[in-house]
């Protein structure tokens, strides 16, 4: 029995569909299985050129290595031209790939206009519960107790921080050997929180100050561990992931987005993601994640206070305050 052999032509052109079909459906269909989300995760365009830009790179590597194996390559096409697979498919294909080209630069060019289905409501809310309403963020507001908590570790110049970040902190300490552990912070109100600890005279004020300056730098640490791939560095929506979406991560920095929004509506939407929102968010609707699966509420809390920082907004007042 005669074995088949595709020939190096037909192999590239082999290999060229197989990697494309994985990067266009098997990466999304693996991500589904990954995240376990409602819905696989796209592929950015520019990935997409970027593995098959490299794909052609390595077969062109591979073909052109030796005269034989370029001659190999050739033999199909120099066969086609000659009319060796007949007169009529020369023709069809000669003809085919013009018309294929010019078919994909037409789509590439041409001035596209849809319509939307339907407006797309920025902030849909009904299913907002209005227990959440007049919510306050309470690692912005340190409670009397948590000023009192962090005043006494302070003293004992044991500072608890969440598990996220502990092992940098100890890092930090074991190469710096610091006096105190809130030398990591090297901002004014936490320079001025420890030259009154040291001299034995704790203003309530300072140590809030102080505090909320800790509160801050984890609520930093956690948005960039869970949020900066796609709201970006500066929570302008510009993370490394944002082009993969359907509709870009929203920019925090615009006027239009959290600020007018309360911070208990913030918190609900960190809180429940994508899934959480009401049938107005389609058909843009979010990839962000439930939040409440993998973050506790304290944290969610404080990757909103990092978030209004970053961003330099302030939450909307509630209309009963």
Known sequence: MKKLRLGSFFTVVLILLVVYALVKWGIPAVSREVTTLPFPLPVPGTLMFFYMVLTVVALFLFVTFSEEGLDDFLRPVKKLLRGGYSKIARAAVLLAVPVVVSWQVYEVVVPKVEVP???????????????????????????????????????????????????????????????????????????????????????RETARAALLEKNLFEGRALY?????????????????????????????????????????????????????????????????????????????WKIILAEYDLAQKTPRIPESH
Request: aromatic share 10%; charged share 25%.
């Open 117 to 203: 289905s339907s407006l797309r409501i920025q902030h849909p809310s009904s299913n907002f519960p209005k227990s959440f309403e007049d919510k306050k963020n309470p690692i912005a507001n340190p409670g009397e107790a948590q000023v009192t908590a962090f005043i006494e570790q302070a003293e004992a110049n044991e500072i608890e921080f969440i598990p996220q970040v502990q092992e940098d902190v100890e890092n930090w300490m074991n190469e710096v050997e610091p006096d105190h552990v809130l030398e990591f912070f090297a901002v004014e109100p936490v320079k001025k929180f420890l030259a009154q600890l040291e001299s034995g005279s704790v203003d």
């Open 224 to 300: 960039a561990m869970n949020c900066r791939a796609c709201h970006g560095d500066s929570v302008a929506g510009d993370g490394p992931m944002a082009d993969g979406f359907k509709l870009r991560p929203i920019n925090f920095t615009d006027n239009g987005t959290i600020e007018t929004i309360v911070e208990g509506y913030t918190f609900w939407r960190v809180t429940n993601g994508g899934p959480g929102l009401p049938t107005e968010a389609t058909p843009w609707d979010s990839a962000m994640p439930e939040w409440k699966l993998s973050l506790t509420e304290e944290e969610r």
